[in-house]
């Protein structure tokens, strides 16, 4: 399996971007998607997590109210829309699916965000 995230870009605050992760091969174990960013020298964020079958989703405190997840598994496809974005947002966006007992085993290669003021 590998995800491929992309979407990213440059965007002024207060502006809009959605991210996909796109999934090849088989994604029958797949229990959980998740999106996370990190900055250089930071450790790496958690972001928001979506149960892949259908189910309840979890956003971090940071981003609630302003970020979305959500998915297409008819086309493999994880989303993460992102609104109202704010200079802090800026980040590598990394995103990453497993099954349940393994629940981030894969990972993408991450997209660039960034904001400006």
């Known amino acids: 399996v590998q995800l491929q995230a992309s979407g990213g870009g440059l965007v002024q605050a207060g502006g809009s971007l959605r991210l996909s992760c796109a999934a090849s091969?088989?994604?029958?174990?797949?229990?959980?998607m998740g999106w996370f960013r990190q900055t250089p020298g930071k450790e790496r964020e958690f972001v928001a997590s979506?149960?892949?079958?259908?189910?309840?989703?979890r956003t971090a405190e940071s981003v609630k109210g302003r970020f979305t997840i959500s998915r297409d598994n008819t086309k493999n496809t994880g989303f993460l829309q992102m609104d109202s974005l704010r200079p802090e947002d800026t980040a590598r966006y990394y995103c990453?699916?497993?099954?349940?007992?393994?629940?981030?085993?894969?990972w993408g290669q991450g997209t660039l965000v960034t904001v400006s003021s």
């Open positions: 990453a699916a497993g099954s349940l007992s393994r629940e981030y085993e894969y």
């Open positions: 979506i149960t892949w079958r259908g189910g309840p989703t």
């Open positions: 091969g088989s994604t029958s174990s797949f229990y959980m």
